[in-house]
């Protein structure tokens, strides 16, 4: 019953930027902390950001702070990861997921997930 769709993915040059969003159904995320996971074919899924339930704690993995921003907006049942200076090594299937209250990097934190959009940055 609980749906998390993302949207927003797509191919883009090194240095540009893109946004993806997801929307959850089936539940509100008032009360959750939510992140953001990329996957890459023969890699551990990798913590990107999360988001405390009223949006005033983020936390960011080293590798993308100073270049993603994450936000919210818990009436919209929404999240977005907007991605600037990206990178080929950004390259990945985006997931996002609803947590508990407390953000935290650890995937298993988290009790719901997205399918995913893919995100492709070219040279």
């Known amino acids: 019953q609980v749906r998390l769709v993302e949207s927003g993915g797509g191919l883009v040059q090194a240095g540009g930027s893109l946004r993806v969003s997801c929307v959850v159904f089936?539940?509100?995320?008032?009360?959750?902390?939510m992140g953001w996971f990329r996957q890459t074919p023969g890699k551990e899924r990798e913590f990107v950001a999360a988001i405390s339930w009223n949006g005033g704690s983020t936390v960011f993995a080293d590798s993308v702070k100073g270049r993603f921003t994450i936000s919210r907006d818990n009436g919209k049942n929404t999240v977005t990861l907007q991605m600037n200076s990206l990178k080929p090594e950004d390259t990945a299937v985006y997931h996002c997921?609803?947590?508990?209250?407390?953000?935290?990097?650890?995937?298993?934190?988290?009790?719901?997930w997205g399918q995913g959009t893919q995100v492709t940055v070219s040279s």
């Open positions: 997921a609803a947590g508990r209250f407390v953000l935290s990097p650890r995937d298993d934190a988290y009790d719901y």
């Open positions: 089936g539940r509100t995320i008032s009360a959750n902390a």
